[in-house]
């Protein structure tokens, strides 16, 4: 009698005692790290207990005035932490690094003090955005993929400009961490159009632009080939030849042209265009230039062909340039020669009229006709030298 009425007074008691707080939705990211909040009233000979429901397993515990890991699971050891200057003041919250899929799930906190207990039931959901997606070209086909996402991403295809054959179905696979891959291919894709390639999972959503194919020519001197710009600010830039080695990459701040390009290459680091000097036909061939941003990655090819000046080399193309400046000279020193004789043969002709007439008027028109002669003896103003001496000067500046 007396034994039975303990036992329902210790029910009661125990009933009244403990709060059950509802259950909180606690969004994280995975691999990242994670707070499960949890506050109880404080009091004397604490005791907190993390549990993880669906598991029963241990994931932390307190008393006595500190960790007790003993009974911790494996699967939590050295991912777990409470805040130690914040225990006396009630916050039993549980640090969680490193959280995984496999973490999801509801826990509960449970905390103990000479006053009362409290249950917190938190419910702990994962997710694995979508980081990155990528888009390649093989033989005939343009692949696009993405990994490392959680829940079950989706992927859609679009073109620029829009067509109707544009519903490739994806795979999706799963690892064991249980997150999800997915990819999807494009065959015979059209020369014409741009295939733009959108994963969505995990809360976010990325794209990937594969643009159409294009060709410049470009000379030995040097070209410029132009790649994009996004809407919002680049993360990252890398341009590659011939779809295997990297000639730039940009990330952040840091800048890196590769060893073999630093003399083909003029640096910039506003432009996302490639501009590109001393060529010659071994430059020649297939220019990718990726970029990415928060939200999208485009990625562009271009091919060059590289025109070579007939006898090839920068040697002939130097020689034509000083064949072509003697040429000038020549063209020059033949035309003075030519204006020379005859404005001399002109002056015999006048010098003899004047010393038969001798008239004022015709010195005049003489004066006239020589301020009317071609620009290359012409000087104007006060210097009203000899012809000999106009064309000195005029030599002298030319060459
Ligand atoms: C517990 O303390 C941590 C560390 O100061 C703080 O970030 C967290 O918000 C607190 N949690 C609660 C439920 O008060
Ligand atoms: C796609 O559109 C073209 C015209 O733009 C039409 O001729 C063709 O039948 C369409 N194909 C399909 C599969 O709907
Ligand atoms: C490049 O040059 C080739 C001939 O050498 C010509 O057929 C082609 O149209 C040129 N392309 C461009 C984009 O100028
Ligand atoms: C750029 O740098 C960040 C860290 O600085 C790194 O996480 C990321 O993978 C890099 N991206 C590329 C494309 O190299
Ligand atoms: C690059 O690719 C082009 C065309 O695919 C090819 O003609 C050229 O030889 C390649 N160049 C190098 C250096 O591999």
Same mark, same amino acid.
């Given at each position: ?9 210790? @029910? @009661? ?12 939705? @606690? ?28 598991? $029963?397993?241990? @994931?932390?515990?307190?008393?006595? +005035? ?18 130690? +200057? ?55 086909? #343009? ?25 490739? &179905? ?11 891959? #997915? ?72 800048? $890196? ?9 003029? #640096? &910039? ?56 400046? #003697? ?16 404005? $001399? ?55």
């Amino acid at each position: 009698m007396f034994a039975c009425g303990r036992v329902v007074f210790l @029910v @009661v008691v125990t009933f009244l005692r403990t709060v059950q707080a509802s259950t909180d939705a @606690v969004p994280c990211v995975a691999m990242e790290t994670c707070l499960l909040p949890c506050r109880f009233s404080p009091g004397g000979d604490l005791v907190v207990h993390w549990i993880q429901e669906k598991t $029963k397993h241990n @994931v932390h515990s307190f008393y006595h +005035d500190r960790n007790q890991l003993g009974a911790q699971d494996p699967s939590f050891r050295g991912r777990t932490a409470l805040f130690q +200057d914040q225990i006396a003041g009630g916050n039993a919250s549980l640090r969680l690094t490193g959280v995984t899929i496999q973490d999801q799930g509801l826990y509960k906190c449970y905390t103990g003090t000479n006053e009362r207990t409290m249950e917190v039931f938190i419910h702990l959901q994962v997710n694995a955005p979508v980081r990155r997606v990528d888009i390649q070209q093989a033989e005939d086909s #343009i692949t696009c993929s993405s990994e490392g996402i959680y829940p079950q991403p989706g992927l859609t295809w679009s073109t620029r400009p829009p067509s109707n054959r544009s519903l490739w &179905s994806p795979t999706v696979q799963q690892t064991a961490q249980q997150l999800f891959s #997915i990819s999807s291919s494009v065959p015979n894709p059209a020369a014409d159009l741009d295939y733009i390639c959108t994963v969505s999972g995990g809360g976010t959503k990325r794209t990937a632009t594969w643009a159409r194919p294009t060709s410049i020519n470009g000379s030995e001197s040097g070209t410029t080939i132009p790649c994009a710009s996004l809407p919002a600010p680049h993360t990252s830039l890398t341009w590659r030849f011939n779809h295997s080695h990297t000639i730039l990459k940009q990330n952040g701040s840091s800048y $890196k042209v590769s060893d073999g390009w630093t003399q083909h290459v003029e #640096i &910039s680091t506003e432009s996302t265009d490639l501009t590109l000097k001393d060529l010659s036909s071994a430059q020649e061939g297939i220019y990718t230039c990726e970029l990415s941003n928060s939200e999208e990655t485009y990625v562009a090819n271009t091919f060059l062909r590289v025109q070579t000046s007939p006898g090839s080399g920068s040697n002939a193309a130097g020689s034509i340039a000083v064949a072509a400046v #003697i040429l000038s000279l020549v063209v020059l020193v033949v035309v003075f020669i030519f204006i020379r004789n005859k404005k $001399k043969k002109k002056e015999k002709e006048k010098e003899q009229e004047q010393e038969t007439t001798g008239s004022p008027e015709e010195k005049e028109s003489m004066n006239r006709e020589k301020e009317d002669n071609p620009p290359e003896t012409q000087q104007d103003g006060e210097d009203e030298g000899t012809p000999e001496a106009n064309e000195g000067t005029s030599v002298s500046t030319e060459a």
